[in-house]
């Protein structure tokens, strides 16, 4: 399926950094510092750093760019709860919410990466006057590279086609992952998902249909409980 003509807008390198971000809130342990740099180190707007023998590094693979390994993994655990709280507020809908998400997300910004855009670009039209001066960020943080795709995220208007998949999953858990919305998937993360989902939708529906005629008929309403979910 081709994807949305609204992700075509957006300058690739965009995108592929709010993927790489909803794949960092998607990650189901982070077992490793190493982990989460790599998810990110090789990307254009990362900041590169020249060494003494000439060659350029990403700034996210030198050590005194990290985080001190003593701290372990705790630091990312807490920026993934973090991210996951700003996504829930600007999938919920509500005004105050999505107000309460750009304020992080401005607040944060201004804090980590402020002062750190480069002239990426100029752009002129010769007919008319008009000019136009692209900023290539330049992210020199795990957390610049956190914070700066959520607000491309609202830049690009696509703040309202972020998804959480519903899916209850063998386990009980629920799935929870955070993806874009497209035509093949738009309530579930992935197609065993999507057709797990919907079996469960409409289940729901039927149990649901299934009180309310009770219910018309004065009947008490059948208890479904939790029984199993898995198939
Ligand atoms: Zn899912």
Known sequence: MAPLVIYKRIPPDDYDLIQRLL??????QI?????????????????????????TVSCLMLPHWQIRPEDG???????????????????????????????????????????NYRPGMVRTTARRADMTVLFQPVLDGVEACLWYPLFLIFQHGIDKLIRRCGVTLRSGIFCGKFFLYTPTFRKYCNTRHTELGYKQLRRRT??????KQRDALGRKPIKWGSRSRSK
């Open 23 to 28: 794949k960092f809130v998607n990650l189901g």
């Open 31 to 55: 077992e490793w510092q190493n982990q989460v740099y790599k998810l990110f180190q090789d990307h254009p707007y990362v900041m590169k750093v020249s060494l003494e023998d000439g060659k």
């Open 73 to 115: 993994v705790q630091p990312f655990v807490n920026d993934q709860a973090e991210i996951r709280r700003v996504l829930t507020l600007v999938i919920s809908r509500k005004r105050s919410d999505l107000t309460d998400a750009t304020r992080l997300i401005s607040d944060k910004l201004g804090e980590k990466i402020k002062g």
């Open 206 to 211: 039927f149990e649901q249909w299934i009180n």
